[in-house]
């Protein structure tokens, strides 16, 4: 298939909150804008520490990650981030490790995109070229 990068903007959650609130500054929400990495055989997302340090996250517990040679190792899962590709968002928590942001699938499915293997690329889906549609069943 061939690497897939796309460019993504990742902000704090609660900045964000705090700002619709009026008690912080739109200004001052800490965002980062990275070159990600789609992973479609990555479930979750993942950040690097430094990006979890630049956003200000916390850590709200551990989990078990098992890498593609089938390692496992005990890592930091983040409180929410906002994570917007073309133009479309959503809120996800994060793992910590790596040294590059990882877009994984449960990010892919609720912005509603596609995964364009001969362009190399994600694609809004096309029967909903507008906005994500989530599945409700």
């Given at each position: 298939m061939g690497e897939i990068r796309v460019r993504a903007i990742l902000a704090n959650a609660v900045d964000e909150a705090l700002a619709r609130r009026g008690a912080m500054k739109a200004d001052e929400v800490?965002?980062?804008?990275?070159?990600?990495?789609?992973?479609?055989?990555?479930?979750r997302c993942a950040l690097p520490p430094h990006?979890?340090?630049r956003l200000g996250l916390?850590?709200?517990?551990h989990r078990v990650a098992e890498y593609a040679d089938g390692r496992r190792d005990v890592v930091g899962v983040t409180e929410p981030l906002v994570i917007e590709i073309l133009g479309r968002d959503t809120l996800e928590e994060a793992l910590v490790?790596?040294?590059?942001?990882?877009?994984?699938?449960?990010?892919?499915?609720?912005?509603?995109l596609l995964?364009?293997?001969?362009?190399?690329?994600?694609?809004?889906?096309?029967?909903?070229?507008?906005?994500p549609v989530s599945k409700v069943k």
């Open positions: 800490r965002r980062y804008e990275a070159d990600a990495l789609v992973d479609t055989g990555a479930v990006v979890v340090e916390a850590l709200r517990g490790l790596g040294d590059e942001v990882i877009i994984g699938q449960t990010a892919i499915e609720k912005l509603d995964v364009d293997c001969v362009g190399r690329r994600l694609i809004p889906n096309p029967a909903h070229p507008d906005q």
